[in-house]
């Protein structure tokens, strides 16, 4: 490469690095700033580690952190494994209609946030579908009161996320399975494998890096989820579905507002995605990486 075209190289790259560090690294590093500030508004002053301090005895907090926790732990597996039964099934070559099933579990990853959630709080509604067919099969006697009682609203949080994002996984494990090579299939049969001891002492193994990519996504993802509480319970009810993302747009727009706090409850979410990657890919990860 001449001098010419590196320089050219260098200056679309560098238009790109700046939009990165304009538009990126520098509301990164304004809100940490941001979080060591105290104050009304945009009349904030120093405040040291008060805003941290804070969090550790503030209700509200505590109950958000709990409420996105218990998203994760119980979301997170169940998208993760339903996503990658899927993919085994739809990746059978013997299935009819692969492309109709694929198309039609993706399609909730495209519709509109608003739209899904509006569509599901009709669903959850006491006279819903859910119901009336749960009544119908005889397995509940009175309606669920889904949307207003604490622990069925997250159940209905968990199962609308569940059904939005499962797709998304799906089209990963989708392309990592027909990456794998048929022959090593064909010489388990003739050993005699099982298609449970194909699963796991082939397909599992060969899927490792993925399954550790869609579940460090998913758990970012859990530990941001906003759209769907807002739509669907908004926080309620008593904040029992309330996540740390939609208390920080309380804290901005619905309380007197209040940044220094929002900043330092964001940088909290911060903390948590890079110490739960951080484990899982020591659990998870290569050891030769």
Not at 42 to 63: C, H
Not at 87 to 96: G, P, R, T
Not at 214 to 226: A, D, E, P, R
């Amino acid at each position: 490469m001449n001098k010419k075209e590196n320089r050219s190289g260098w200056g679309f790259v560098s238009i790109a690095a700046i939009c990165i560090l304009i538009f990126s690294f520098y509301p990164m590093l304004q809100s940490l700033i941001t979080s060591f500030q105290s104050g009304m508004g945009v009349n904030l002053q120093f405040a040291g580690t008060t805003n941290y301090k804070r969090l550790f005895t503030d209700p509200q907090f505590l109950a958000a952190l709990k409420n996105t926790v218990t998203y994760l732990i119980v979301q997170v597996p169940i998208m993760t494994i339903l996503a990658l039964f899927i993919a085994v099934l739809l990746n059978d070559n013997q299935l009819k209609f692969k492309g109709l099933f694929r198309t039609a579990i993706f399609l909730p990853c495209v519709t509109s946030l608003v739209a899904y959630s509006v569509l599901f709080k009709s669903l959850f509604a006491q006279d819903g579908i859910f119901n009336q067919f749960l009544m119908t099969l005889r397995i509940i006697q009175q309606p669920i009161q889904w949307i207003t009682d604490p622990f069925w609203a997250k159940v209905a949080i968990i199962i609308a996320v569940t059904w939005r994002w499962t797709g998304y996984n799906m089209i990963f494990y989708l392309s990592a399975l027909q990456n794998i090579d048929p022959s090593i299939y064909e010489a388990a049969e003739l050993d005699g494998a099982t298609g449970f001891t194909k699963f796991f002492r082939i397909t599992a193994p060969l899927l490792k890096p993925i399954i550790l990519f869609t579940t460090i996504m998913s758990t970012n993802g859990t530990l941001q989820i906003f759209d769907e509480i807002v739509n669907l319970t908004n926080g309620g009810p008593a904040n029992a579905t309330l996540s740390i993302s939609q208390y920080i747009y309380n804290l901005c727009f619905k309380y007197t507002p209040n940044f220094g706090y929002a900043a330092a409850v964001s940088y909290s979410i911060v903390v948590m995605v890079g110490l739960l990657s951080f484990i899982q890919f020591k659990v998870g990860g290569d050891k030769n990486d």
